[in-house]
């Protein structure tokens, strides 16, 4: 199964209480339910600060001054761990990045390689995430290969997982360069060996997690119509996991694509496909059901003894228009946790993925662990290519490109969140 393209979405951001003592005593066990039962189950809504705060109307513009951010002390709310919470926090700066440029390290895709083709404004490099109780450290290449000596690390997802993998390259490039010890020569299976550390990492394209098929597998179909068998695994990666000590899994945008679902062997619906003689189910659909699917699948595999960690989605930030139709992300700052939050359609990807998630640990055997990059990148909309993935001069048809993350740039943050997740196992 090979399911090639530019990751670029298909759609657009499209009481009074009487007096009465036991009414209040009834009102307050109520509270208390919800505050204790909710957040196991829908743990986002712990998030006040993006969550449930401002709309988007009251976002200021780019050219308002920023300066560096003070935590919010209220962010401790329905905090229900000693530890500290890595995802909850903001911006601030840090003169010290980048930690490497497109100069010191091969590994930057064309298409995020914003320094190579003249982004002007290179501020979005100068920002570090500081969880709201602590520090989080800037990623330590040493401390992560002596971590993961003698291990393995695999990518299961779709560009912009690759896009990750590519950050951790680039940061790892001050201690060594890996060698290509891939299997084949599909660009979209890489695996790398690190000699002095014996530590191994690998790429496992799978867009859509679930098997999926082509409608013309011998050529690459854009905007075509995918068949995803929603009740099957992909055995290009499910049949070769079991080997690793930690999976990174993901995925997100190739869902809104036009496709058909199976189940059983047989259509159930689809998405965006304008035929009425199918039910039109929609994205939210095939996304639940990919990762109740992919989760099964690593569960399945009973020699697997590593880490799988969920990374959540990532939202795009297009502004003023769609992605085909003009839109743009030009912004130079990031938000703050006050200034925007998660709705419509990426708030409900994200509670899929999270319910999905927590069935899986529920059921499962295996060791999961939430990479929870969703709040800290609904914050960046200044860290993505938008033009600068390609030469200004260049005739080409590509859009402007507010899905993936410049490199280096924000996305660096989830390598600095893995390792301290690492640490902490």
């Known amino acids: 199964m090979k399911v090639y393209s530019i990751e670029i979405p298909i759609i657009g951001k499209n009481q009074i209480l009487q007096n009465i003592p036991k009414i209040v005593l009834l009102a307050t066990c109520t509270a208390l339910t919800i505050l204790t039962v909710i957040p196991h189950y829908f743990p986002l809504l712990g998030y006040p600060s993006f969550l449930l705060r401002i709309s988007s109307t009251s976002i200021p513009s780019s050219s308002t001054s920023f300066g560096d951010v003070v935590a919010n002390p209220m962010s401790t709310v329905m905090r229900s761990s000693k530890k500290c919470d890595l995802f909850r926090g903001e911006w601030v700066r840090n003169p010290d990045a980048p930690y490497y440029t497109n100069t010191t390290c ?251 998630f927590r069935v899986a640990e529920r059921e499962g055997m295996n060791k999961f662990r939430l990479l929870d990059t969703t709040q800290a990148m609904l914050l960046r909309p200044d860290g993505h290519p938008s033009s600068y993935g390609h030469r200004q001069e260049e005739n080409v048809t590509l859009y402007n490109d507010c899905v993936h993350w410049c490199l280096p740039g924000p996305i660096d943050t989830w390598n600095d969140f893995l390792l301290e997740m690492l640490k902490r196992e």
């Open 106 to 356: 091969w590994a930057i895709h064309e298409h995020q390689n914003c320094m190579k083709y003249g982004r002007p404004n290179m501020d979005f490099t100068k920002w570090r995430w500081k969880p709201d109780e602590c520090e989080l450290p800037i990623f330590n290449p040493e401390q992560f290969l002596e971590l993961l000596r003698g291990k393995s690390l695999a990518f299961v997802g779709d560009s912009v997982a690759r896009n990750q993998m590519q950050s951790l390259i680039c940061l790892l490039s001050k201690v060594e360069y890996p060698v290509d010890v891939s299997y084949t020569s599909d660009v979209e299976f890489k695996r790398w060996l690190y000699p002095s550390y014996n530590f191994t990492m690998a790429i496992f394209w799978a867009p859509f997690l679930v098997k999926t098929r082509e409608i013309d597998p011998n050529g690459s179909t854009k905007n075509g119509i995918f068949h995803l068998y929603l009740d099957e695994f992909d055995e290009d990666w499910t049949t070769q996991i079991g080997e690793f000590d930690h999976v990174i899994m993901s995925a997100g945008h190739w869902f809104f694509r036009p496709s058909m679902f199976y189940e059983n062997g047989h259509v159930v619906g689809c998405n965006y496909c304008h035929d009425k003689n199918f039910t039109e189910l929609g994205f939210n659909y095939s996304y639940r059901k990919a990762f109740e699917t992919a989760f099964k699948a690593i569960n399945s595999l009973e020699k697997f003894k590593g880490i799988t960690f969920l990374r959540t989605f990532a939202p795009s930030h297009f502004e003023n228009g769609t992605w085909d139709q003009g839109g743009n992300c030009v912004r130079t700052r990031p938000f703050r946790s006050n200034e925007t939050r998660l709705d419509g359609m990426n708030l409900g990807l994200y509670m899929t993925q999270m319910e999905e």
